[in-house]
C-alpha cells in the first residue's frame, strides 16, 4: 500500500498560502547573523573553506577543453575539480553574505550569474541524461540563496535563476517524469534527486495548483524509494553512506512540506520512516 502518495486534489487543500518560512533556521541567520557567527560549526565552515575564501576572486573555469577532456579521454578530475571549487566558492560567498558581510555581495552575484551561464548543470560523462544528481543540486542550492538573500540578491539575477531552473529542471520533470530511471529507482538517486525538486518547487513555484501538481509526482516517486531503496528493516544495500545520502534531500523535503501544509503533511511521521529512521 501506499505510505505517502497524496493526490492532487489533496495537496491543493493542504497547501497553505505562503507567508511562513520554509526554511526557518536559514531565515532567522539571515535576521540574527551575530547568534551564528561564533558559532563552532560556522568556524569550522571557514576554516575548512580558508583556502578557496582566500581565492575567492578567482571564479573556476568550466573550459570546454576539460569538458571534452571527459569524454574523449574519461579524464574526469580537472572538470569535477574546477567544477566543484566553483561550487564550493559560490556557498562561501552565500554564506558570509549571510552572516552580514556583504563585501561578499558583488562576487556572490558573479559566482550566481557564472552558474547560470553554464551549458548544463551535469557531469561530461553524463550529460546525455538530462537531469542528473548534479542538476537538482546546483537548482537547489540557487533556489535557496535568492530566496533566502531575496532583499539582497539583485531582481534581474533573481529572475534569470528561476528562468535557468524553468528550463533545466522544472518544465522536463513535469513532462515526463517516469522517462528518468531514478523516478522510481530502487536507489539513493531517486530520494536524492525527487527530494531536492520537491524543496524547489516548494520555494520557487507560485501557483498552488501547479505546485500541488508537482508535489504529486515527487511524492509518488519518493513512495518508490521508501518501499524499494530499503529493506524491511529500514537498511540499504548501497551501505551506510548511501542510506544517508539518499534520506538527505527526501528529510529536507518532508521538513519543508510539513512546514508549508502547517502540520498536515509529515512525512517524518510515518511508520516506515520511523523505521528506516530506527535502522
Not at 573556476?60 to 577532456?69: D, G, K, V, W
Not at 537538482?136 to 539575477?157: F, N, Q
Not at 544495500?237 to 508549508?260: A, P
Amino acid at each position: 500500500m501506499p505510505t505517502i502518495q497524496y493526490t492532487r486534489e489533496q495537496l491543493m487543500d493542504a497547501l497553505a498560502p505562503p507567508g511562513d518560512p520554509l526554511l526557518p533556521e536559514l531565515d532567522d541567520a539571515v535576521a540574527h547573523p551575530q547568534k551564528y557567527i561564533d558559532r563552532k560549526s560556522t568556524r569550522l565552515l571557514f576554516e575548512q573553506g580558508a583556502k578557496q575564501l582566500a581565492d575567492i576572486e578567482n571564479i573556476p573555469q568550466l573550459t570546454y577543453t576539460l569538458y571534452r577532456n571527459v569524454q574523449r579521454f574519461t579524464d574526469r578530475v580537472p572538470y569535477q575539480n574546477a567544477r566543484q571549487e566553483r561550487r564550493t566558492k559560490t556557498s562561501l560567498a552565500a554564506m558570509k553574505v549571510i552572516l552580514g558581510d556583504d563585501n561578499y555581495l558583488n562576487l556572490l552575484h558573479d559566482y550566481v550569474w557564472a552558474t547560470c551561464e553554464e551549458t548544463n548543470w551535469m557531469l561530461p560523462q553524463v550529460d546525455h541524461m538530462g537531469i542528473e544528481l548534479r542538476v537538482p543540486a546546483t537548482a537547489l542550492s540557487l533556489a535557496e540563496i535568492i530566496v533566502a538573500l531575496s532583499d539582497k540578491i539583485e531582481d534581474k539575477t533573481q529572475t534569470r535563476v528561476r528562468q535557468e531552473i524553468e528550463n533545466r529542471v522544472f518544465t522536463p520533470y513535469l513532462r515526463h517524469p517516469n522517462g528518468y530511471h531514478w523516478y522510481k529507482g530502487a536507489n539513493n538517486w531517486n530520494g536524492v534527486i525527487n527530494g531536492s525538486i520537491g524543496c524547489s518547487f516548494l520555494l520557487l513555484e507560485k501557483d498552488t495548483e501547479r505546485l500541488a501538481r508537482a508535489l504529486e509526482i515527487v511524492l509518488t516517486g519518493l513512495d518508490a524509494f521508501l518501499e524499494t531503496a530499503f529493506e524491511p528493516d529500514g537498511a540499504s544495500g548501497e551501505g551506510t553512506g548511501y542510506w544517508m545520502y539518499g534520506l538527505s534531500n527526501f528529510i529536507c523535503f518532508s521538513e519543508m512540506l510539513r512546514n508549508r501544509t502547517r502540520g498536515a503533511i509529515d512525512l517524518l511521521a510515518t511508520d516506515r520512516v520511523k523505521q528506516i529512521a530506527h535502522y
